[in-house]
């Protein structure tokens, strides 16, 4: 089957700027995730969306991240404005269904973003 | 929330030997504990997993075990081989629901 796919692979942009990130989850994935991964660190759950409803977002900054899953398929992350400190590795992830007790998630290859 | 501690953050071992990766977690309400790898610029993969109910799994080479009352687990890698070097991440959830991640460990196999 075909796996999490993920756009652009690579962005480098200044502070202050916007920038969005997209992704395509397993087919028949109900559940997608959208993490953030800084240099050396385990990856940080931002978002949770079961279908095109939100789960959980408290690791969310609010102020400057959005996300949504408008068709229950794919998802768009936005960051707006960037900071430096935003600069980490964007994966999106996706599991057929969160809510059971033996799900998988399947990550995709991520967007590296550089904030300069 | 759940916090997810991992040790060591960097581990070599020679070809042949064991590789072993602990885990400890804060939540006792955790009961679902996935092993990923990622390897250099690649993405993370599920190698293995366990759940509460279970005490040790294995797959091949790969060993996990879990330890609910002193809520710590650990991933054994036997006869390591070179491509098993890379960064492995242990996570620790509530239902499957918002994995926590530890903050990896670099295994490097020298050949």
């Known amino acids: 089957e075909a796996g999490v796919a993920q756009s652009p692979r690579y962005k480098i942009i200044e502070k202050r700027q916007s920038v969005a990130f997209w992704c395509n989850p397993i087919?028949?994935?109900?559940?997608l995730y959208w993490y953030q991964q800084i240099l050396g660190q385990g990856p940080k759950l931002l978002i949770q969306?079961?279908?095109?409803?939100?789960?959980?977002d408290s690791q969310l900054p609010k102020d400057r991240f959005s996300a949504e899953r408008l068709k229950g398929v794919d998802s768009t992350l936005k960051i707006q404005p960037a900071k430096l400190e935003d600069s980490a590795v964007y994966l999106c992830?996706?599991?057929?269904?969160?809510?059971?007790?033996?799900?998988?998630?399947?990550f995709g290859p991520g967007t590296r973003l550089t904030v300069l | 929330g759940e916090n997810v501690e991992q040790h060591p953050s960097t581990l070599s071992v020679q070809e042949g030997d064991s590789a072993v990766i602990k885990c400890t977690y804060s939540d006792s309400a955790s009961n679902y504990f996935p092993w990923y790898k990622q390897e250099l610029g690649k993405r993370p993969q599920l190698i293995i997993d366990?759940?509460?109910?279970?005490g040790e799994k294995k797959d091949q080479r790969i060993a996990v075990t879990l330890n609910k009352t002193a809520k710590h687990f650990s991933l054994h890698i036997t006869e390591t081989q070179p491509e098993d070097s890379a960064v492995y991440f242990c996570a620790a959830s509530i239902e499957d629901y918002k994995l926590s991640f530890g903050a990896g460990t670099t295994v490097t196999v020298r050949a």
């Open positions: 992830a996706s599991s057929l269904d969160g809510r059971a007790g033996t799900d998988t998630q399947y």
């Open positions: 366990i759940r509460s109910n279970v």
């Open positions: 969306f079961q279908n095109n409803g939100v789960v959980d």
């Open positions: 087919s028949g994935h109900a559940t």
